[in-house]
């Protein structure tokens, strides 16, 4: 443990050291301090509405965060959203979200949770779900929106952007960030964490809980980490996440392509330490993904993730484990194999996005390229052999 309980103004710097906001200035400080003198630990919230099951390296910025205040004594309250959900959160939006059905938000909820517990310690940790409060009868509903106005709601971005473009703001939004903040009130939150996007939100959530006679939470705002285009902010439905139960050898691949530019951001959100701008950014980078790899898969898997690299990327050769598949009667004509129909089965590519790889040269049979005329394959040719589709796609052939 970093710091203890016996310290609370060093326990609160050491908190505050890399998030981007510390709200209000000194509140932080100030729960510690009653916390210890109430001789109790912290409630530190946070709040996950379940619209996908995987966590990526994203999440694990604010997770990290909430493992400090673990291993310096106090309880996460994780919320998982299986109510908020069904609303979708405004945060960021131009448009309604659409609403997710029951079932599918409880089966990411499971997955989100079990992933979280990768980074947090599954000892320290109170899960709730926020239907346990929010699925509340209208005269509770009427009290909790008696609470809150219109105008205070209407202040955030999003939707004075959508109002002066002329957009539709739905009842449903108006009410997310207000249920948002009855979530600290039913669970007595005394920090809550979210990204920058959750700023409003988590004010709104002090406004609630002193609505109820309750103490405001303090609050940390945590940066965004970017994808692996460096650019936009790390999402699955951008295409530029890191999973954290991605295969070793594909996380590292992909933690191999983030620009250079992007590394010292990298290391600061995910490794908690500068990074050295004497060492060369291959050998960071490399570092980078060993240490991540090594993180969510033990301690040998970074070692061999990065020799898998090499072998594909430096030497040029196949991986040493390549799975296999086996032609089945229905792939052969006359003896012969239609290659996209073999693409579009053991691949996941279309068979028109099969015939312009093979146009391009990158299909490869033992590493030969074959050309766009050869859409059609003697299968004996193919027994035995190993097909690449693109640079890290590889499975050996077996006939019938």
């Not at 919230?45 to 999440?59: N, R, S, Y």
């Amino acid at each position: 443990m970093a710091k203890t309980q016996s310290d609370p103004a060093a326990v609160a710097a050491f908190l505050e050291r890399n998030a981007v906001e510390s709200l209000p200035a000194g509140s932080l400080l100030e729960v510690l301090e009653i916390a210890g003198k109430d001789g109790r630990e912290l409630r530190v919230k946070l709040g996950i509405d379940p619209t996908a099951p995987d966590i990526h390296l994203g999440h694990v910025v604010v997770l990290q965060k909430l493992r400090e205040f673990q291993d310096a004594g106090h309880l996460v309250v994780l919320i998982i959203g299986d109510f908020t959900a069904r609303i979708g959160d405004p945060s960021g939006q131009s448009v309604l979200r659409p609403m997710l059905e029951r079932d599918e938000i409880g089966r990411n909820a499971l997955t989100f949770q079990q992933q979280a517990f990768k980074v947090l310690d599954p000892d320290r940790i109170e899960v709730r779900h926020n239907s346990e409060w929010l699925d509340m009868g209208m005269t509770d509903l009427l009290a909790l929106l008696r609470r809150v106005t219109v105008a205070r709601v209407l202040e955030r971005d999003d939707f004075q952007g959508r109002i002066a473009e002329g957009k539709p703001i739905s009842m449903l939004e108006l009410l997310y960030p207000v249920m948002q903040g009855y979530d600290s009130v039913a669970i007595h939150a005394d920090v809550e964490l979210g990204g920058t996007d959750q700023k409003f939100n988590l004010l709104l959530g002090r406004d609630v809980q002193a609505a109820y006679d309750q103490r405001s939470q303090a609050i940390l705002t945590m940066p965004i980490l970017p994808g692996t285009d460096g650019d936009r902010r790390m999402g699955k439905s951008l295409g530029n996440h890191i999973g954290v139960t991605e295969p070793p050898e594909e996380m590292f691949g992909k933690l191999m392509r983030v620009p250079d530019s992007a590394m010292a951001t990298y290391y600061e959100l995910l490794l908690v330490e500068e990074l050295d701008p004497l060492v060369p950014a291959v050998e960071s980078k490399r570092a980078l993904g060993r240490r991540i790899v090594e993180r969510f898969h033990g301690a040998e898997a970074g070692d061999e993730a990065e020799r898998h690299f090499d072998r594909l990327h430096k030497e040029h050769k196949p991986p040493e484990q390549i799975d296999e598949v086996t032609l089945a009667s229905t792939d052969l004509t006359d003896g012969s194999v239609h290659l996209p129909a073999l693409l579009e089965s053991h691949f996941g590519v279309s068979r028109s996005e099969a015939r312009r790889l093979l146009e391009q040269g990158a299909v490869k049979l033992d590493g030969q390229p074959l050309g766009g005329d050869q859409i059609d394959i003697e299968a004996s040719r193919l027994d035995g052999a190993v097909l690449q589709v693109g640079k890290r796609k590889f499975r050996r052939v077996r006939s019938v």
